[in-house]
């Protein structure tokens, strides 16, 4: 059986998908004024996509080793609200639609952001 990493792309895959979720937070008009203040700083958004994509890619079962912090550490002092964490969700299944990412890749994605939702909701 495949891992999620092969059935979401792989590295390629994955990096497409992150790209394309950044593009709609940067759209969604509840989520999006977190996502501007890296429009005037593109090496952290890149550097923040490369870690996202690190992240996705080692814990869906890809032979890459995750070197950012984690995730309590990453969103210290966002203050990120339940309905925000939702929406982040609805745009991460919209671009997952997208890339025609079958239902149960779908649902082992969907149960990786629910096991962190308490490591970044109001941290």
Not at 18 to 39: K, L, T
């Amino acid at each position: 059986m495949k891992t999620l990493f092969e059935r979401l792309g792989g590295s390629e895959g994955i990096s497409k998908i992150v790209d394309g979720v950044v593009e709609a937070h940067m759209n969604n008009p509840s989520i999006n004024v977190r996502f501007f203040p890296y429009m005037e700083t593109p090496e952290k958004l890149s550097e923040i996509k490369r870690h996202t994509v690190e992240f996705f890619s080692a814990g869906s079962g890809g032979p890459v080793e995750y070197k950012g912090r984690d995730m309590p550490t990453a969103h210290r002092g966002m203050n990120i609200t339940h309905a925000e964490y939702m929406h982040a969700i609805d745009d991460i299944f919209q671009v997952l639609d997208k890339h025609q990412i079958d239902q149960s890749a779908k649902a082992e994605v969907l149960s990786i952001l629910w096991s962190l939702k308490d490591m970044i909701i109001a941290r």
